[in-house]
């Protein structure tokens, strides 16, 4: 038998250090970036606030989001010299006349993590589910909720344990944790954590309709348009009341044996972004009313200096000490870029969004928001499709009209029979019209709904009626017959 001799090219890319922290700082919102700054200044003596003017203030002078940035980047020169010390303020023209942003409040509780792995460990995971399923125990913050993509995980788990992993294995042991106690915990956000207790209830009359309203008319109910409810769904106000009062039992915040009520958790999202239209003018700000402005510590770079001018003459103990300063002053440089880019990218992200759905900004018309993918923004910013998904995670938008998260602005693309493109919840919108406007006692079939969609215009196959009928939790049309 021949021996055959195969040479194999594979390209692999490392991550900076700043790269690392960048990726980690966009996929925080702003309270948990607030938090984490609080705890750079605590462990970090070399970093500190500071009003002092910046060294720098032009966001170009950075990479975008981390991206294509080489290790000689962010390696510092030996010692600090004056002129060096990057003192930095974030955003500071987008502080002027921003806005009263809505605070958020967060309670602790630190045997969430022990009692979860405890659950864990009966389940009788094979080794690396196990591991899996204790990383993403570890990324839940207090309240319960893994506010992380599965992809960032996924990410983290090949770098840091060189673990393998794709999005539905992810999944599925992401469910594993969500089908623990207590109730709710491991959702994404406020509305996935209500509709996990939801589903774990008793199948009653209250807790079905209870659970159609979290899931297809959650923003409505957050703003408390009671009637706009009670009318699209043909319901009474008593019914309502049920439904009101099997929604306020449920814990908001799953990871606080004494989480706040539904209402408050509701009023306690806090935005990133505020968006305001005035006569068809648009304006965005960044949310960071809580973030103090960041420079490296002068007195220990000074010190750094000095130590500079005699290192001919320094003994171990001293030096040690140079190691030690020096290592504090690069982990704060490091970080105070990361923390400019972070922004940075945001910025550049909203901005290119506002753009794309200038229409519903101006007119906060859910018919107006066009077709918008991942891939849009990315070509429009220049950042990776990654980064764009990382952005888009866990943020939320404050506008004239309230509160939405970000992927609320994605959708997928279809086509009307003159080959103009519309967005999918377009369509999802029409065909809930018209099953709330057809006769209860002879419900349309999906052949009908796709008759009837075709003839308005819109290019649609009956799968895919039926599919936007599933993802809007609504039953097949025996189901929803009435006598």
Known sequence: MALRQQQELKQTQKLSPLQMQVIKLVELNSVELEDKVKQELEDNP?????????????????????????????????????????????????????????????????????????????????????????????????????????????????????????????????????????????????????????????PTKENKLALLIISDYFEEFSRKHYDKIMRQLSISQDDLRDVIDEIVSLNPKPGNALGDSIEVAMSNITPDFIVESYNGEVSMYLNNKNIPELKINREFSEMLQGYAQNKESMNNDAKQAVLFMKQKVDSAKWFIDAVRQRQNTLQRTMEAIISFQYDFFVTEDETMLKPMILKDIAEKTGFDISTISRVSNSKYVQTNGGVYPLKFFFSEAMQTETGEDISSREVKILLKECIENENPSKPLTDEHLTTLLNEKGYIIARRTVAKYREQLNIPVARLRKKI
């Open 46 to 202: 070399a970093l500190e606030e500071g009003n002092e003017e910046s060294n720098s203030d032009n966001p170009d002078e950075f990479s975008e989001g981390g991206e294509n940035m080489s290790e000689e980047d962010i390696v510092l020169g030996d010692y600090f010299s004056e002129d060096d010390i990057p003192d930095y303020q974030l955003n500071r023209a987008h502080k002027r006349n921003e806005p009263d942003f809505i605070e958020a409040t967060y309670s602790n509780d630190k045997s969430l993590n022990e009692f979860l792995l405890e659950q864990v460990g009966l389940r009788q995971l094979n080794a690396q589910d196990q591991k899996i399923a204790e990383y993403i125990i570890g990324n839940l913050d207090e309240n319960g909720y893994l506010q992380r993509s599965l992809q960032a995980i996924s990410d983290d788990l090949l770098f840091q344990q060189n673990i393998d992993i794709d999005e539905p294995k992810l999944k599925s042991i992401l469910e594993i944790i969500q089908d623990l106690d207590p109730a709710g915990v491991g959702a994404a956000d406020l509305q996935e954590c209500l509709k996990l207790q939801l589903q774990r209830n008793e």
